[in-house]
T-cell receptor, first 116, second 112 residues
Framework: DTEVTQTPKHLVMGMTNKKSLKCEQH?????MYWYKQKAKKPPELMFV???????INESVPSRFSPECPNSSLLNLHLHALQPEDSALYLC???????????????FGEGSRLTVL | DAKTTQPNSMESNEEEPVHLPCNHSTISGTDYIHWYRQLPSQGPEYVIH???SNVNNRMASLAIAEDRKSSTLILHRATLRDAAVYYCILRDYGGSQGNLIFGKGTKLSVKP
């Protein structure tokens, strides 16, 4: 199984809502990632988890709150978002717990978020 | 971080070879050259990577210049399914800069 599964595929939320994006992998990978992708732009790294601990936060606003409850799951909690946060949110995983430069990243299909 | 430069877009005919160039003149000795592609409405997928020598796999070939300041991804027979944005990315295996940081990429169109 080389899949990274993201749910939901689509999410519409208001600026006062609280919602969560979920990501799951069963490849035994110990590094997991959140990326944000705006339309016609490349993906931007948001967070990196290594062995279920947050290792990188790319200066992401606190209205995005990541969580890694176990080695197979990664959540992104959303609260008080702005319309400009509307984007495709991509989850990825890799076997290397550190960015070694050789480990392949496996991406999910993404969750498309619309903030009204 | 070392940067890469790719053409914004390229066109190819179906069943013909495609050569996608990438310049990385500031590459360091510990940088691997990675290629990912993103098909429409999908997440990126790994294509190939290399350090110094040319590499082949079932998807593509990677040709690396002797001075490592440029590389070329080669699709031997383009199909319509190869239409995607192709990203050339440098990843440092020696330190903390090894995370996958995407540049603008090349949008490849394949004509039947």
């Amino acid at each position: 199984d080389t899949e990274v599964t993201q749910t939901p595929k689509h999410l519409v939320m208001g600026m006062t809502n609280k919602k969560s994006l979920k990501c799951e992998q069963h490849m035994g990978h110990r590094a997991m990632y959140w990326y944000k992708q705006k339309a016609k732009k490349p993906p931007e790294l948001m967070f990196v988890y290594s062995y279920e601990k947050l290792s990188i936060n790319e200066s992401v606003p606190s209205r995005f709150s990541p969580e890694c409850p176990n080695s197979s799951l990664l959540n992104l909690h959303l609260h008080a978002l702005q319309p400009e946060d509307s984007a495709l949110y991509l989850c990825a995983s890799s076997s290397s717990p550190r960015p070694t430069g050789t480990g392949e990243l496996f991406f999910g299909e993404g969750s498309r978020l619309t903030v009204l | 971080d070392a940067k890469t430069t790719q053409p914004n877009s390229m066109e190819s005919n179906e069943e013909e070879p495609v050569h996608l160039p990438c310049n990385h003149s500031t590459i360091s000795g510990t940088d691997y050259i990675h290629w990912y592609r993103q098909l429409p409405s999908q997440g990126p997928e790994y294509v190939i990577h290399g350090l110094t020598s040319n590499v082949n796999n079932r998807m593509a070939s990677l040709a690396i210049a002797e001075d490592r300041k440029s590389s070329t991804l080669i699709l031997h027979r383009a199909t319509l399914r190869d239409a995607a944005v192709y990203y050339c990315i440098l990843r440092d295996y020696g330190g903390s800069q090894g995370n996958l940081i995407f540049g603008k990429g090349t949008k490849l169109s394949v004509k039947p």
